[in-house]
């Protein structure tokens, strides 16, 4: 039975809001270091000392990334699949046969049971020999099917899925053609049908789609007698009838991806396929991504680990007027900013993945502070690296090679890692959502003040709690243990950057207070200003994880170390505290740069002479030039009905 699907495509703001506030978690159940470093509360204790896995655990983890290591060093050809535009199938399937498509699948449902933290070294492993076999993995096993089964499914949905999960591909569909991150528009319908749900829609951008087996797909239910409707989650075989994989997208990057448009047409879905209840889709997908996100910036430290190593070898090799070029202070700035981040990058996965798998935090903000700082500057890391290598970091690798030199993909790398950016949340919409989550104290106390539908009894009470709580919480902001000396003394040369954290962790606090106090309900169009405050957060955060680390690493306690010896057997010792230490200054420069830019920047005429551009008042700057796009609308039709193209969808 063909239903139509909504054709008002015009939902107000105050709609698409409501609908993003519904579906985020409200309650802060366990204790966040990040939420609480945002309120001007360094809580050092939730991250120190570095939490270590569990010997079995490590045992466990430790084996599979051999295996994995060695299948990947000698049995992927990342050329080829650059070449190609294609994951071999036959590296599928050795993936599949080493177990790594059941890498977070529990043990009792034939997966390898790993933890958060030997999940993203692994994948660290898998993206540094092809960042495409790493996106797979992570589309897989970070968002698609098996996290939210895990997390939210039936124990008969988990015995009849997970196994399956273990060995098959699957994908996460949400995006659709003119639908991003804006769910309130989601246009896909689930329709009740007897003992089936009748799934219409088209869905555009679905990593692992072409070659998925399961998926699961985000679609809206109509109120009715019965069902509350909504937004929705569905497990749905590939092999259902009315299924068409309509096309395999090409990017700039990731050329081995498996990422397609998938047309739905009177696909009929079991009620037992639906995870959660009616209504609870968008919830199930948030809570997902907060872990999912992490797969991210396990990448992003690959990309960055590597980088150090190709700058180290040709910085010292490449010689110019009589001196390595890494011994010029212009290049050897780069040099430093590279290894810095890199370690920086592998700092923020690792405490952030430990934080995961202690299930003691709540690592939403966290998490999204990993995946917008890592994402942010591995794009920084790439390009540094393309010009410390000069014309061969533009020039192909395949192309050096044929002309007798080390054939090294910077100009691929600069390409794959870009996506990063966009990937599980754009960074503008990351700013949004960190932002979102950073103010919510303030919200919770205080948001009925400017709240336009608040009555005007809510009014009254929300300024009694709001006095009440700034009453209590403003003075905590005037001073603390980053203004005495003696702090934090056990981190040594350290001390003084996570002196510098708290006391930088107090001023935002207040600018975050006195931009409420000057803007009201209008600071949420301020994103020019949360995004700074949201970075600043995120450079806080990096700062503790790397100065945690390290005194982790000096010591001998690292979660790779064991007696002091890492998983290569040779320990960091005190250089990991001269890495931190040329971190945390670089880091200091970039948040006092972005504290100045909280008031002194140029953002409301930046949005003036947007409108005006968006108005056409400057279409003679775009004079004398052509265009060379290929002609077509600027977003592909998704009308509901049957498919016209021939699909491309294949099994592994």
Sequence with gaps: MSQPMRTDEHVDERTARKAAEEAREAEWRLPSFGRRLFLGEFRLDL???HPRPGADDRARGDAFLAKLTEFCANEVDPARIERDARIPDETLRGLRDLGAFGMKVPERYGGLGLGQFHYGRALMVAGSVSPAIGA??????S??????????????????????????????????????????????????????YVLNGVKLWTTNGVVADLVVVMARVPESDGHRGGISAFVVDMDTPGITVENRNAFMGLRGIENGVTRFHDVRVPKANMIGKEGAGLKIALATLNTGRLSLPAMCAANGKWAVKIAREWSAERVQWGRPVGRHEAVARKVAFIAATAYAMEAVHDLSARLADDARNDIRIEAALAKLWSSEMACRVADELVQVRGGRGYETAASLAARGERGVPAEQMLRDVRIN??????????????????????????????????????????????????????????????????????????????????????????????????????????????????????????????????????????PLQDGGANANGRGPGKSALLLADAFCKQSRVRVEGLFDGLWRNTDAPDVRLARAVLDGAFTWVEEGVLDPSIPGPWIAPSEPGPSGAESVHRHV
């Design 47 to 49: 991250v120190h000392p």
């Design 136 to 141: 797979l993995l992570s589309a897989h096993q």
């Design 143 to 196: 968002i698609g099917v098996p996290q939210p089964v895990a997390m939210f499914g039936t124990d008969e949905q988990k015995e009849a899925w997970l196994p399956r999960c273990a060995t098959r591909i699957t994908a996460f569909l949400l995006t659709e053609p003119d639908v991003g991150s804006d769910p309130a528009r989601l246009r896909a319908t689930a329709v009740p049908d007897g003992d089936d």
């Design 421 to 558: 950016r966009i990937f599980e949340g754009s960074s503008e919409i990351m700013h949004l959502l960190i932002a979102r989550e950073a103010v919510d104290a303030h919200l919770s106390v205080a948001g009925d003040i400017i709240d336009p539908d608040a009555s005007a009894g809510d009014k009254a009470r929300a300024a009694a709690r709001a006095g009440g709580f700034y009453a209590r919480w403003l003075p905590t902001l005037v001073t603390g243990p980053g203004r005495r000396p003696g702090s934090y003394a056990e981190f040594g040369p350290l001390a003084k950057h996570l002196r510098y954290v708290e006391r930088a962790s107090r001023k935002l606090a207040r600018s975050v207070f006195y931009a409420a106090g000057r803007w009201q309900g209008g600071l949420e169009r301020k994103q020019g200003f949360l995004g700074r405050m949201v970075d600043i957060g995120a450079e806080l955060y990096a700062m503790s994880a790397v100065c945690v680390r390290a005194h982790a690493d000096a010591s001998g306690k690292g």
